[in-house]
Nanobody
């Protein structure tokens, strides 16, 4: 089984930045994509963005231009760089690694709180 260790998160003020990381126990090239979901209190989990090992990226409209998904292939790690944070970004964030639709691996939730 793939093991995923997540880190980062915490408290930021509106307009601030945070960076989240997830490291997988398998080579990043074993996966077709890596990315992030988030779930705000009382709301459904929503997809945030993704990156492929080759560097292709996609983002939700709500975060495009503010968040960046990237990877360090040598360290089997996916990142979420969050800038221009808004209170609406407050959520628990989850990274994922996927080989096929039926083979997804998740990190533990990371709390991100944006408040003045």
């Amino acid at each position: 089984q793939v093991q995923v260790v997540a880190s980062g998160g915490g408290l930021a003020q509106p307009g601030g930045s945070l960076k989240l990381s997830c490291a997988a126990s398998d080579t990043i090239y074993s996966f077709s994509a890596m990315g992030w979901y988030r779930q705000a209190p009382g709301k459904q989990r929503e997809w945030v963005g993704r990156v492929t090992p080759g560097g292709l990226t996609n983002y939700a409209d709500s975060v495009e231009g503010r968040f960046t998904v990237s990877s360090d292939n040598a360290k089997n790690t996916v990142f979420l760089q969050m800038s221009s944070l808004e209170p609406e970004d407050t959520a628990v964030y989850y990274c994922y690694f996927v080989r096929t639709p039926g083979d997804m691996h998740w990190g533990q939730g990371i709390q991100v709180t944006v408040s003045s």
